[in-house]
């Protein structure tokens, strides 16, 4: 069964209030679909644990929908749902609601954040396991055959292990080495996760592999790079619409910390040595891919189907150059909190979502754009002590980089 | 670091009041070792949920440790302690007994009971992902550098992904395929678990490999085969220390079913083809290699050290004939209610727990004692109607079964 861009579907959004939720709520609302999200303001809860707030003014979510709704008179329904915890209350929704997809983004999401304390690592095992358990455990439990689509992570691989292979889209091909034999197998991806959220990704693909293996759920898991850009078309329509931007140590990824950076006056700072190669998507491709997705469910039975959802690979050291040509920021090398390669080659294998008609949006295209309508437009909201990280991935990255800090500072 | 086996150890046994975790805690502490015990008594309470029970009289815990220190002089320490939940408490427990090793029996270990519900698969992952995780988790916080000895299983493999070849002990030497190149490396050997017990434990694997690359954690893991028997020389010194003897649908496993059948004269059932080829290992074997794996700990910085935890295979109906044989007993073949092959082929490597002096007990040696001494001794506490299953895997099944059942009544 494949749709197409005419039909429309029910898709029930996990985390729809969230920096990709948001958006592909509305995304999914403008193409036509009936769209309802659940939410528990996670996000917006990690907010003020951390004191720092998104640099853009996000409304409340009511607002947001109403916004939506005036403008264009399509409505979202809402419910406030923990996902992880109220599995009753979930099994009703999907019961009444009867979707054709779930889109599942109801998960902590920041790697630094998971690696902040024991209570963090702890919050993000249990959120992250037990949310995707139960919404496999509630298709199965209703009987409802709705597409899931999962936001993973291309953290999931590591980096280096197909060496200069491009990275494939979830499963490799392998022959086993045997005394007398040798027999070829398609295997998942080893995983080779880089912090205990990136694990918690590793194990969800066990989960899914499980549940299409013994109940026929139909997955799809979508090993997304570090998504940048803030606005898209629905959500620069009103300012009561804008998405997020974080720009914290813990949130923000290096790309707004450049940006934020670069705003502010201060050096853009590479933990390392740069040389570190990572995979990117702009958010308006996010919501293209995954409206792709669920136009293009796996047949029941089928094994868990996973893309790359990346466009382009990027060294952080040319990442800081390009921002700094537009900007004229300085570049400041610091020691890496990270416990990582130094460098590594990054080619990843996009073709999957590059056959179902994505055109990307590429980084030399829509950076400006988030240097004037973003990061300073909105300048005079931002905390800037919040702008450096604070998450150590050890105890000895720890006192290193305490040190190191005060010697910013100064 | 190796010990010999006149060092003395702090070991402490997570879910040492269990079926495996008792035995072992009395193994340890005969062998001169200071045991502590933190149990939450979910497996008594799973008992009281079923309406089963034990075949054989447990006594409370209390009363277990008592009768032991009367007996021997050795004291053993207990915690009422849910690993899952009570973080806290945890960490402050191994902060005050400063364990060398932590053996993890904390985990729900029933595959039928895990597929019975929503509610027992939610249970299953809850508690299974969180007790390892905030093991783990603790064991950085405090700092605490104790070996942790977990209990996996065999049901990580599958059966049958590595053809003829028997099964490693955890890692696999594949060829990744690629366009021009074939690279070698070393993988974790692919999950391919058969109920979300099963995938529990293949999750469990995720968060060591994690932990010991990131942290040092230093971890073995214990892929047990199907563990039978009732009593090792400790439990049976006198019988306010006997073991559990499960019989019951979920629990029981398939040699306690034929040998309860046997004893109320019902044919031995065989689920499916009989075809089907299992792991086996006798509980006094058991609790010797967990004594084995204790004394000969990874370093920090290895990846975690895995064992293939059985001692002979047998195929279902080689296993029902054995028992018919002794006890006159008939066999029944009926449908499966598991999703699983018809029929495998099962060798397994076991020669690391051989290399270190392990001297096996084979079925035909114990199988005698068993009958006389546990299933026709107690026979009058049996509540026969638990002994056939009550867990299907599939909805499909689920109506399968009822019907098949219907019939074995008539």
Chains 1, 2 share one sequence.
């Not at 009753?88 to 998960?107: G, S």
């Not at 030399?364 to 905390?383: F, M, P, V």
């Amino acid at each position: 069964m494949t749709y197409t861009v005419d039909d429309t579907l029910k898709v029930l959004i996990l985390g729809g209030d969230g920096f990709c939720g948001w958006p592909t709520a509305l995304h999914l609302s403008a193409a036509g679909h009936t769209v309802a999200i659940a939410d528990n303001f996670s996000r917006r809860k990690i907010d003020e644990e951390l004191g720092t707030n998104s640099l853009t003014p996000i409304a409340p979510l009511k607002t947001r929908i109403s916004v939506w709704e005036n403008l264009t008179g399509k409505s979202i329904l809402f419910d406030q749902i923990d996902v992880a915890r109220d599995y009753e209350r979930f099994l009703e929704l999907i019961v009444n609601f009867r979707p054709d997809a779930i889109v599942h983004f109801a998960e902590q999401r920041a790697a630094p954040y998971s690696m902040k304390s024991a209570a963090t690592k702890r919050y993000t095992v249990n959120n992250n396991t037990n949310a995707t358990h139960n919404v496999l455990c509630a298709l199965v439990d209703s009987g409802i055959d709705a597409h899931l689509v999962h936001l993973g992570t291309m953290g999931v691989y590591g980096y280096g292990w197909s060496g200069s292979m491009p990275v494939p889209e979830g499963y490799v091909q392998v022959k086993l080495i045997g005394k007398d034999t040798e027999m070829e197998r398609e295997i998942l991806h080893p995983a080779n996760p880089g912090s205990v959220y990136h694990m918690s990704k590793t194990m969800d693909q066990l989960m899914f592999g499980f549940y299409a293996k013994n109940d026929g759920v139909r997955v799809t898991d979508l090993h997304q790079g570090i998504v940048w850009g803030t606005q898209t078309s629905e959500t620069g329509l009103d300012e009561r619409l804008i998405n997020r931007f974080d720009y914290d140590g813990d949130y923000g990824t290096v790309l707004n910390r450049f940006l934020m950076q670069a705003a502010i006056g201060h050096p853009l700072t590479i933990y390392g040595s740069g040389r570190q190669t990572r995979a990117f998507i702009h958010i308006r491709d996010t919501v293209r891919c995954i409206e792709l997705a669920i136009l293009n469910p796996p047949e029941q039975g089928d094994k868990p189907s996973i893309f790359n959802q990346v466009t382009e690979t990027h060294r952080l050291m040319d990442l800081a150059a390009l921002v700094s040509e537009l900007t004229d920021a300085k570049i400041d090398y610091l020691p890496n909190p990270r416990v990582e390669a130094a460098e590594n080659e990054l080619v990843v294998d996009n073709s999957k979502f590059l056959e179902l008609g994505l055109n990307t949006t590429t980084l030399s295209e829509g950076l400006l754009t988030e240097i004037h309508d973003i990061a300073k437009k909105y300048l005079d909201r931002a905390d800037i002590s919040t702008i450096l990280p604070t998450s150590f991935w050890r105890r000895q990255s720890l006192t290193r980089a305490k040190k190191t800090k005060v010697r910013v500072i100064d």
